[in-house]
């Protein structure tokens, strides 16, 4: 069996011009980086202003297990699969990180016949965004500790500062450091790194709307407070307009195409358990006015990256999506019915039907929460049996669902063609989003609402010290912002190890963190890693480079 870098090397793709001609972008727009790849300039959203937006479809899933579930396969899929039938699709996905692609999870491309390329481009520092928000990050952390050493007349408590380094890359190593050891270095204090896609500037790169929001929300990033409990933000350090310099470019969305040729804006990637797990703003609204569906999938679960899609991201761009595609596979079903992981390939009908109660959460969950149209997609594995596929399409039609099998890792687009009808006849059903809480519910409302409604618990519990900082959010004119869960992706819960539907549980609020520029609060649960480590064998020992250049080993 090929890998997926052996069946992405044998594709002849085409000119990256060829893609945003078929994608209906003119030439003037384009600005190459190579034969397959391009930035599409601003402008081109300014100038097709009055042009009607395309239909947008969210790809979403089950709670996931460390296993995968080929969300991104079947989106892509699903982009190939409407072309197949006749329809102009065109994707909008996150860029992947750096460090799971060295780490456990490997890249963010897709697999088998359902991927975006160039594969190896994508995964590794696509047109150098990442290392631009790492940049502008890493400036603002520098221009702080530098205010401080310089005297600091903005009189800033050196134990207050928020800010961290970032790096995309997994190094426990960095977690929690100690800066500024060392004769005239500068002020000693306790710091730590966050992976890059963890960042509050990765935050506000996908969400800014256009180059001069990007300034703005850069500079009301809040680096500390003074001693006298005042905040300090970037713009106070004058900070934004360099910030703003080094992103410029990276602010424009990636144009790349899938293997069978299907346009794919790649741009922006925030963790979904960490952050709000979308693809840039602008390159959504890019791909809604050069195609009549736009695919784009959230991070994780649709307890994650569904939920903050919706509610964070839909609200700040004025979105409203047409359908959501619910992805499923039978061993996670197996998984969440509690099947250990290495008895997943033996068949367990019984298994799948008692883990379909997460399935059905989810379900419910986009139907009653969010009111919107769903179809539940089966992604397809050689060990999945006929009963056990009957039984999970049994417990969908339950809840009034229709769920197709999905085969888009083996044959592409022609894998994806009876869930890409599907899709175009929920899109011409009406819809009208909803959202989990209002805005003008307090912070504590909020998170309640989100707890109960989408994950299914019962009480939330806060932290000493947390509702200070609850109150501290409110001062600072933050009480009507969305919030952001920091929560394991692998349970509705705040226990990883609570698998299925847990219900009328306990949620603790452990800390918060206000997102100023990002225009949210991050709500932090249980234990989340705001920079990962490497896992005791990982992929870049397998990861090497031919004596022609050609990189192997990328999975």
Not at 362 to 381: C, E, Q, R, T, W
Not at 452 to 462: L, P, Q, S
Not at 470 to 493: D, H, L, R, W
Request: proline share 3%.
């Amino acid at each position: 069996m090929r890998s997926d870098i052996e069946i992405a090397d044998s594709v002849v793709l085409s000119n990256i011009g060829d893609i945003a001609e078929k994608a209906g972008i003119e030439e003037k727009y384009v600005e190459n980086y190579g034969r397959y790849k391009a930035k599409i300039d601003l402008s081109y959203l300014s100038d097709n202003k009055e042009k009607k937006d395309g239909r947008l479809i969210l790809v979403t899933a089950i709670t996931p297990t460390p296993l995968g579930e080929g969300k991104t396969t079947t989106t892509i899929g699903l982009g190939d699969g409407l072309r197949k039938i006749g329809k102009k699709s065109v994707l909008a996905l996150r860029e992947p990180s750096m460090g799971p692609v060295f780490g456990v999870k490997g890249g963010a491309t897709g697999g088998g016949m359902a991927q975006v390329a160039p594969m190896a481009d994508i995964n590794l520092h696509f047109n150098g965004d990442f290392h631009a928000i790492e940049g502008a990050n890493n400036l603002l952390c520098a221009m702080v500790d530098n205010h401080i050493f310089q005297g600091n007349a903005l009189n800033i408590d050196p134990s207050s500062i928020s800010i961290r380094r970032a790096m995309d890359m997994n190094d426990r190593e960095l977690r929690h450091i100690v800066a500024g050891l060392g004769a005239k270095n500068g002020v000693v204090r306790e710091d730590g790194f966050d992976i890059t896609v963890a960042s509050e500037v990765m935050a506000v790169f996908c969400l800014s709307s256009s180059l001069m929001d990007l300034k703005e929300r850069l500079g009301r990033i809040i680096v500390g407070y003074t001693y006298s409990g005042e905040m300090v933000t970037a713009k106070d350090l004058k900070a934004e307009g360099a910030m703003t310099a080094i992103l410029k470019d990276a602010l424009k969305p990636n144009l790349v195409q899938t293997l069978e040729g299907t346009p794919a804006f790649i741009h922006g990637g925030p963790f979904a358990n960490i952050a709000h797990g979308c693809n840039s703003i602008l390159a959504t609204k890019m791909a809604l006015k050069t195609g009549d569906y736009v695919v784009t999938e959230a991070g994780f679960g649709g307890d994650l990256g569904a939920e903050k899609f919706f509610d964070i991201k839909c609200r700040t761009a004025s979105l409203k999506p047409d359908a959501v595609v619910l992805v499923a596979t039978v061993r996670a079903l197996k998984m969440h019915g509690g099947v250990k992981k290495q008895d997943l390939s033996i068949p367990n009908p019984e298994a799948v039907a008692a883990g379909c109660v997460n399935l059905k959460r989810h379900i419910n969950n986009i139907k009653s929460v969010f009111s919107l149209p769903v179809v539940v997609a089966l992604n397809n594995f050689i060990t999945d049996t006929e009963e056990e596929v009957l039984e999970v399409k049994k417990r969908v039609e339950e809840e009034g669902v229709d769920m197709v099998v999905s085969k888009a890792w083996e044959k592409g687009g022609d894998g994806s063609i009876e869930l890409a009808e599907k899709v175009v006849e929920l899109t011409e059903k009406p819809s009208e989003l909803s959202f989990s809480y209002d805005l003008s519910d307090t912070i504590e409302e909020k998170i309640k609402k989100v707890v109960t409604k989408v994950y299914g618990g019962a009480k939330v519990t806060f932290a000493q010290g947390v509702k200070t900082k609850i109150k501290k959010a409110v001062e600072i004119g933050m009480g009507n912002a969305p919030i952001c869960m920091a929560k394991t992706q692998y349970s509705f819960s705040d226990d990883p190890k609570k698998l299925g539907a847990p219900d009328l549980f306990t949620l603790t609020v452990r800390d918060i963190r206000i997102s100023r520029g990002a225009g949210f609060i991050v709500v932090f649960t249980g234990e989340i890693m705001t920079m990962p480590g490497l896992p005791k064998e990982s992929q870049a020992e397998k990861i090497d480079v031919t004596e022609d250049g050609r990189i192997v080993g990328l999975m």
